[in-house]
């Protein structure tokens, strides 16, 4: 079976996460990995602060707390999203308001978002799908004209490029994941980058149990979102390698670009002109031309020995988010039908032009 993704960890991996455990360093709380890996990535984002968390969910949950939503508050999000965009917002008792995609990059639709703001509207997530940024210029020049607090999800995009600005540098705050099937990885693990000192401090406190001085006295009602320092060392080492894993990801899409670009019925991801798009999956839908369903195609590429994913269930067909008393579960025909026919290839930056060829071969075959 050829997997959707397999991460790409080296001797130098071992050794890091070795170290760390020779010297002690197990906990958030000893050690120089994880201070090392918050100001590297945070630097590399653009961004003064990193706070480290234990996982990308978390990250969103903390973020949201930080931003001081709570109930009655509602919080704009892509509809086309893992669930774990909406969770942070609703954990925290906001009410997630999908903004549905547009055609072009799957990402949520800048021009929707102005209707959808009310009096109630507090903060917007965009997710940068896929790896394709949203247009963060456009988004931040709204969100400051309707004083919204803007929180990147960025699980999928580290390393993608706004006019040569890095995803995460725009919004109040930005999440990123390290799960197994990111662009780099901690196992579990994520991360909040901020420019804001106060922002910054906020998130570590909560980050910590709300612990203050004297030590066992709370004043906040934190949480236990400490990343190790062993993963630490982990992502400090995948992180100095993070534009070779980028460059193997934009190879493996330009690969599957020529081969499958002319295949009839198959709409491949695009790269806007002020983009640098790092191709976290790559995506693709299956249009009625093909001849197949999506299903369909992924049924027989599975029996080739293929792995495929689906795209996300959009928010706005979500039970648990539909079951909030007054949630818009409806208005998003584009991420509906992103649903119904997308599905994503092997992506993993290993992946060998033979193992190209014999995707691409068997999605051709499928159609014949």
Same mark, same amino acid.
């Given at each position: $079976?050829?997997?959707?993704?397999?991460?790409?960890?080296?001797?130098?991996?071992?050794?890091?996460?070795?170290? &760390?455990?020779?010297?002690?360093?197990?906990?958030?709380?000893?050690?120089?990995?994880?201070?090392?890996?918050?100001?590297?990535? &945070?630097?590399?984002?653009?961004?003064?602060?990193?706070?480290?968390?234990?996982?990308?969910?978390?990250?969103?949950?903390?973020?949201?707390?930080?931003?001081?939503?709570?109930?009655?508050?509602?919080?704009?999000?892509?509809?086309?999203?893992?669930?774990?965009?909406? =969770?942070?917002?609703?954990?925290?008792?906001?009410?997630?308001?999908?903004?549905?995609?547009? !055609?072009?990059?799957?990402? =949520?639709?800048?021009?929707?978002?102005? %209707?959808?703001?009310?009096?109630?509207?507090? %903060?917007?997530?965009?997710?940068?799908?896929?790896?394709?940024?949203?247009?963060?210029?456009?988004?931040?020049?709204?969100?400051?004209?309707?004083?919204?607090?803007?929180?990147?999800?960025?699980?999928?995009?580290?390393?993608?490029?706004?006019?040569?600005? $890095?995803?995460?540098?725009?919004?109040?705050?930005?999440?990123?994941?390290?799960?197994?099937?990111?662009?780099?990885?901690?196992?579990?693990?994520?991360?909040?980058?901020? !420019?804001?000192?106060?922002?910054?401090?906020?998130?570590?406190?909560?980050? !910590?149990?709300?612990?203050?001085?004297?030590?066992?006295?709370?004043?906040?009602?934190?949480?236990?979102?400490?990343?190790?320092?062993?993963?630490?060392? $982990?992502?400090? %080492?995948?992180?100095?390698?993070?534009?070779?894993?980028? &460059?193997?990801?934009?190879?493996?899409? &330009?690969?599957?670009?020529?081969?499958?670009?002319?295949?009839?019925?198959?709409?491949?991801?695009?790269? =806007?002109?002020?983009?640098?798009?790092?191709?976290?999956?790559?995506?693709?839908?299956?249009?009625?031309?093909?001849?197949?369903?999506?299903?369909?195609?992924?049924?027989?590429?599975?029996?080739?020995?293929?792995?495929?994913?689906?795209?996300?269930?959009?928010?706005?067909?979500?039970?648990?988010?539909?079951?909030?008393?007054?949630?818009?579960?409806?208005?998003?025909?584009?991420?509906?039908?992103?649903?119904?026919?997308?599905?994503?290839?092997?992506?993993?930056?290993?992946?060998?032009?033979?193992?190209?060829?014999?995707?691409?071969?068997?999605?051709?075959?499928?159609?014949?």
């Amino acid at each position: $079976m050829i997997p959707v993704f397999e991460p790409l960890i080296g001797d130098q991996e071992i050794t890091y996460v070795t170290d &760390a455990l020779r010297r002690g360093e197990i906990s958030g709380n000893f050690g120089t990995y994880l201070d090392r890996f918050e100001k590297g990535f &945070a630097e590399y984002c653009g961004c003064k602060h990193g706070i480290a968390v234990t996982s990308g969910t978390t990250a969103l949950h903390l973020a949201v707390d930080a931003a001081g939503v709570g109930e009655g508050d509602e919080v704009l999000v892509s509809a086309s999203t893992n669930i774990a965009t909406a =969770l942070g917002v609703y954990h925290n008792g906001g009410m997630p308001v999908p903004v549905d995609s547009e !055609n072009l990059t799957w990402n =949520l639709d800048l021009d929707l978002i102005e %209707a959808l703001i009310t009096p109630r509207t507090k %903060a917007i997530i965009p997710v940068h799908l896929f790896g394709h940024p949203v247009d963060m210029d456009r988004l931040m020049e709204i969100a400051k004209r309707h004083n919204l607090v803007v929180i990147e999800d960025c699980a999928e995009s580290h390393g993608a490029t706004v006019r040569g600005r $890095m995803t995460g540098s725009f919004g109040n705050m930005a999440c990123y994941s390290f799960y197994a099937n990111k662009v780099i990885t901690t196992g579990e693990g994520g991360m909040v980058t901020t !420019n804001d000192d106060e922002l910054a401090e906020r998130l570590r406190l909560l980050r !910590n149990l709300g612990f203050t001085k004297p030590r066992f006295r709370h004043e906040v009602a934190g949480y236990n979102f400490r990343m190790t320092s062993y993963q630490a060392a $982990m992502g400090l %080492a995948q992180f100095e390698k993070i534009e070779q894993i980028i &460059a193997d990801k934009r190879r493996v899409a &330009a690969a599957y670009n020529s081969l499958l670009g002319k295949v009839p019925g198959l709409r491949l991801p695009v790269e =806007l002109n002020w983009a640098r798009n790092v191709y976290w999956m790559y995506a693709l839908t299956v249009e009625p031309e093909f001849g197949l369903t999506r299903d369909e195609l992924a049924s027989r590429l599975a029996k080739a020995g293929i792995e495929t994913r689906t795209f996300f269930c959009p928010m706005n067909q979500q039970p648990i988010l539909k079951e909030m008393p007054g949630f818009q579960s409806d208005g998003c025909p584009v991420a509906d039908g992103l649903w119904e026919r997308g599905l994503y290839l092997p992506s993993a930056p290993s992946l060998s032009d033979e193992k190209l060829q014999y995707v691409t071969d068997a999605i051709v075959k499928a159609r014949s």
